[in-house]
Structure formats: structure tokens, C-alpha cells
């Protein structure tokens, strides 16, 4: 091999050397971003605030625990401290009112790498079966009503290294049974049907889990001073309870807090209501308007689609867009979706 043909070959094994270095460290960048955007959080056992100990055990609490770990990891937007690690932790530790002691959240912060720990409370654990008896004597019939059930959840995500609250959600969870009982004790003969109220508990649980989730990987963990909207404007300064104006610069807005008040300039964009509890006004011709919340009031001037997968909410809309009548998919219960002039 000639000289010229020798600089040429060590030449192009420099330049190929030089790009598979380059392979490789763009591979690193792209483990590392995304090691990034999977925060860790510790999630602490339920503590039932509820005030019943209905369908309610000893591991109840790290049972939800171990369900919510679940769900937020297959999320992809958080990994979880494993259970086990946690538990041996918390043994040595103590709890002030809802929360463990600060030298605890530091422990789990530089023991167990956690960047967040979360906190949970059922508010509420509710299954209700009305029972009416008619008869007298030894024929006595006893009618049970189908059993609805209502679980809420008060969930506190708190830094695990500054020890400051950065959020608290409120979610709610509703389901309802189907058929009755009918009892006849004189005859000793019993015929049940879809009255068991255990399993529609666990209905309503799994709503709420599932809405406490969507709360938590809305958008990416902030101080709680912070007013989350994604791909929108909106005016942290003003208080929650003032109207404030938000343009959507964007296709999409979502509103993430609670117990706000806002008007909202749609442009033709989508919205989505994460939050509970919020008074809303949306003006203009919104797309399509999505309500995962529950207990909001939404006021909608012209609107494509609307779509209400949570609970309890009044949905008032005055026209469809483009004249065209609104398309309505309620998936939740208790909402009230209706025309206005």
C-alpha cells in the first residue's frame, strides 16, 4: 500500500473512530435526559381520615400505598422508592399530625433518593344501601336498594429535600350498584341482586386513584406558589379567588388547580379541567372542552365537544361551534350538561 492510500485509510478509521465516539456520548445525553424526567417519589401509606371503619383493615393504608406506586410508575413520569426500603424507615421514625418528622423526610431523601414523598388521606369512605322492611309477623320483607359509594382523597406532594409542600389535590372517586335485594325472612328464602356494596367501594376507589394520578402527572412537579397551566399564559400575581384573564397561545390549556375562579379566551383551542372545585368561564369558540375534575362549575360560550369524565359538575353551554350542535360524552356521575340561551 502506497503512502497516500496509507494517510487516506488512517484517515477514514480517525473519522469513523471520531463518529462512533460521537454515537456513544449522544446515547449517554439521551439516558441521562430521560433518567432526568422520572422523578422519584417515596409514597407513604393512606391514612383514613374518613371517621368509618367500613371494608377498612390494618394494611389498608399501604395497600392503596403499593396501588398509587403502581400507577404513578407505569405512568413513566415518576420511579418509586421501593416499599420495603420505606417501611424500614418509617419504623424508626415518628409522625407530626399528617406527616413524619423532618429528620424522617431527610432519611428518606438521602437514603432512598427521593425527590418527593406523598402524603394521602381519605376524607371520605362511603358506601350507602337504603334498607326497607314492609310485612309483619313471619313474613317479613326487607328491600335493599342498590349501594352508591364516594371516596375522596387529599393527597400533599411535599420536596423531599426542602421539606416544603409543593401541592395539594383534592380528587374524588363516585360509583353506583345495579338492582336490589328482596328478603323474606319468614320463608327463609333470600334472592340477591348486585347489591354488595364492598366491590362498589372498590369502584369508587379506583376512580379516585385513577384522578389522583392524572392530578399528579399533569405537569411536572413546581413550588407551590407557582400557578401550573400547560402551553397557556396565566397570571400567577392575581389572587385564586379574583377572575383572571387566560389566552391560550397554544392548541391546548389545562387547568391544574383548585378552587379558582378564571375566565378563559378558547381561540378555537382545547381545554382541559383537571382541577375541583373551579368556576369557569371559557369565551370565544373552544374545540373541544375535557373535565377530568370533579365539583367544577364551567360556563362555555360556543363549543365543539365536551367531554366530562369526572364527577358532580355543572356544564353550562350557550352554542356549538361552527353552528353546529355540541357533541356530549358524560363518563362521570352526577354532572349536569345542559343549553343555555
Not at 382523597?153 to 335485594?181: F, N
Request: charged content about 20%; some cysteine.
Amino acid at each position: 500500500m502506497s503512502k497516500g492510500y496509507q494517510t487516506i485509510f488512517f484517515l477514514n478509521i480517525q473519522r469513523a473512530c471520531t463518529c462512533l465516539l460521537c454515537i456513544i456520548l449522544l446515547l449517554m445525553c439521551s439516558v441521562m435526559v430521560f433518567a432526568e424526567e422520572s422523578s422519584t417519589i417515596a409514597v407513604i401509606q393512606f391514612q383514613n381520615r374518613s371517621g368509618t371503619s367500613q371494608h377498612w383493615n390494618a394494611s389498608k393504608g399501604w395497600d392503596l400505598a403499593e396501588q398509587m406506586r403502581t400507577l404513578l410508575v407505569e405512568s413513566g413520569n415518576y420511579k418509586a422508592v421501593e416499599t420495603s426500603a420505606l417501611q424500614e424507615i418509617i419504623k424508626s421514625g415518628t409522625w407530626k399530625a399528617d406527616r413524619l418528622t423532618p429528620a424522617i423526610e431527610t432519611k428518606i431523601n438521602k437514603e432512598l433518593g427521593a425527590a418527593y414523598i406523598l402524603y394521602s388521606s381519605v376524607k371520605e369512605w362511603n358506601v350507602e344501601v337504603v334498607k326497607t322492611s314492609v310485612g309483619t309477623g313471619t313474613t317479613n320483607i326487607s328491600t335493599a336498594s342498590a349501594p352508591k359509594a364516594k371516596v375522596t382523597l387529599q393527597l400533599t406532594l411535599v420536596d423531599a429535600a426542602t421539606q416544603k409542600v409543593v401541592k395539594t389535590y383534592i380528587v374524588k372517586g363516585y360509583a353506583e350498584g345495579t338492582g336490589t335485594a328482596i328478603v323474606a325472612s319468614g320463608e327463609r328464602k333470600t334472592e340477591v341482586r348486585g347489591t354488595e356494596s364492598e366491590p362498589v367501594l372498590l369502584q369508587a376507589q379506583d376512580k379516585a386513584m385513577n384522578s389522583a394520578v392524572a392530578q399528579l402527572t399533569g405537569a411536572e412537579p413546581a413550588g407551590e406558589e407557582q400557578k401550573k397551566v400547560v402551553k397557556g399564559e396565566i397570571h400567577p400575581s392575581q389572587d385564586a379567588e379574583a377572575v383572571s384573564q387566560v389566552r391560550i397561545k397554544d392548541e391546548t390549556i389545562t387547568i391544574l388547580e383548585n378552587d379558582l375562579s378564571k375566565t378563559i379566551d378558547c381561540a378555537g383551542g382545547r381545554v382541559i379541567v383537571n382541577g375541583n372545585n373551579n368556576s369557569l368561564i371559557l369565551r370565544g369558540e373552544c374545540q373541544k372542552v375535557t373535565i377530568n375534575g370533579n365539583d367544577n362549575t364551567i360556563n362555555i360560550e360556543a363549543v365543539g365537544t365536551i367531554q366530562a369524565n369526572g364527577n358532580e359538575n355543572v356544564i353550562n353551554w350557550t352554542k356549538g361551534a361552527g353552528n353546529q350542535r355540541a357533541r356530549i360524552t358524560d363518563l362521570g356521575n352526577g354532572n349536569l350538561i345542559k343549553q343555555t340561551n
